[in-house]
């Protein structure tokens, strides 16, 4: 994520306060993008809350600090790290074919015709457990990104039996578990690969894999996420990332922006050995795979990890004792999790319905909406349909 240069004096004023806006620097862009800042009242609502809840405040305790829950994808970083990461495993053959060629292993909700075509187009591309030579065998390369990107395999038959639920996304548990086999320090060596090839890209950057044209190869941590990161922190704050990209993924980005290991969640692999294996740990007592740090996932790993709640506790909304004080995110599926902050709730506007729907209904005035950081999205002429809004499953959306 490229660190746009600040003038000496705004970065004395970051400092100080959030909200410094940004500069850019000296990389080329594929076109000039629009750079902003925080709207003005969400910078001061921000500021009210450090001031409430900071370690100057009456009642501070540094045995119980306030916690603030960060989504990453499109929250603190423009565009999506698990993407990135996918792309560098392609182009680079870090897919290693899995045991015995059972494509299966890697995802029970394959469909038939999914692993029909995963085992046509790779199955002579390798032998099992070695790396799967993608970078030169287009058939192969295109049909995992069509079933990872599109839900479908290069001839438009559905990839999953079910894609989605409140609690996983296949195509996200797909990626972490197309790791196996790996140790957790090549994934991370992967990721900074992909990190840096594309955080320094031009903004609009595409790239080609297999036949894929036009595939994102661009990202950008948002200055005035960072810059907030680090005043919550330094306000003494117990920040948290959580992320529906696999955790050593998940790890590399964060530490960009101060964020230590152990204060990120992400999708996280069983290992065999010191290596991971295709199975995902769960969460709330669920069986293995079915709960994710994804959408009311993220909830049950929040509870789990940070308030340390006994496994039947962990899949509900907990007490306002046990809940973040200030969460972040920009996607319906962080909805639950944004909910649950008992105090701030800030969602970055792309658009997304059911989280829109909850912070423009603002419950008890704690919502805040900002624009995207770059290239902002224009405003929206239409009202939301917010009665008729559904959610991941297809059930009517609620607020609190």
């Known amino acids: 994520m490229l660190r746009f240069r600040l003038a000496v004096v705004a970065s004395l004023a970051c400092l100080l306060a959030i909200g410094c806006g940004h500069v850019e620097g000296a990389h080329p862009r594929a076109a000039s993008p629009t750079i902003a800042g925080w709207l003005p009242e969400n910078r001061a609502r921000l500021d009210a809350l450090r001031a409430a809840r900071g ?3 009456a009642g501070y305790d540094p045995a119980h600090r306030p916690v603030a829950t960060f989504d990453w994808d499109n929250t603190i970083m423009r565009n999506d790290i698990g993407d990135a990461v996918m792309s560098e495993m392609l182009l680079h053959d870090a897919i290693l074919q899995p045991t015995g060629r059972d494509w299966a292993r890697t995802s029970g909700a394959l469909t038939h015709d999914a692993l029909t075509a995963l085992h046509a187009a790779c199955d002579a591309a390798a032998e099992p457990g070695a790396p799967l030579p993608t970078s030169r065998t287009p058939a192969c ?12 395999t290069m001839s438009g038959a559905s990839a999953w039996t079910r894609e989605i639920t409140l609690t996983t996304k296949e195509s996200y548990a797909w990626e972490a578990r197309l790791m196996a086999g790996h ?86 692999n069983a290992r065999d050995g010191g290596r991971l294996d295709y199975d995902l740990e769960g ?31 962990q899949l509900a909304r907990a007490d306002a004792q046990h809940r973040p ?20 709730k800030l969602v970055i506007d792309r658009n997304r319905p059911a989280i829109m729907c909850n ?9 805040i909406v900002q624009p995207m950081f ?9 009202p939301y349909a917010c009665s008729t809004t559904m959610d991941a499953v297809g059930a009517p959306i609620v607020d609190e």
């Open 359 to 367: 912070a423009l209904s603002n419950f008890e005035r704690r919502w």
């Open 183 to 268: 140790t957790p320090d090549e994934i991370r060596d992967i990721t900074r690969r992909a990190y840096r090839a594309d955080s320094t890209a031009a903004i609009g950057a595409t790239r080609t894999i297999g036949t894929h044209r036009d595939v994102t190869a661009w990202v950008r941590i948002y200055d005035p996420m960072r810059e907030l990161v680090g005043a919550l922190q330094g306000s003494g704050f117990d920040v948290w990332i959580v992320s529906a990209s696999p955790q050593y993924v998940s790890e590399i980005v964060a530490a960009e922006i101060g964020v230590a290991a152990d204060h990120v969640i992400g999708i996280r």
């Open 55 to 57: 370690r100057n405040s």
């Open 374 to 382: 770059i290239d902002p999205l224009p405003p929206r002429a239409a």
């Open 283 to 313: 969460c709330g007592g669920a069986p293995l795979d079915t709960v994710m740090t994804f959408d009311q996932g993220k909830r049950c790993w929040i509870n789990r990890v940070i308030f340390g709640l006994p496994e039947n506790a």
């Open 141 to 152: 390369a295109d049909e995992i990104l069509a079933i990872y990107a599109d839900g479908k």
């Open 325 to 344: 004080v200030f969460s972040a995110g920009d996607s319906d599926t962080d909805v639950a999790f944004v909910q649950d902050a008992t105090e701030l």
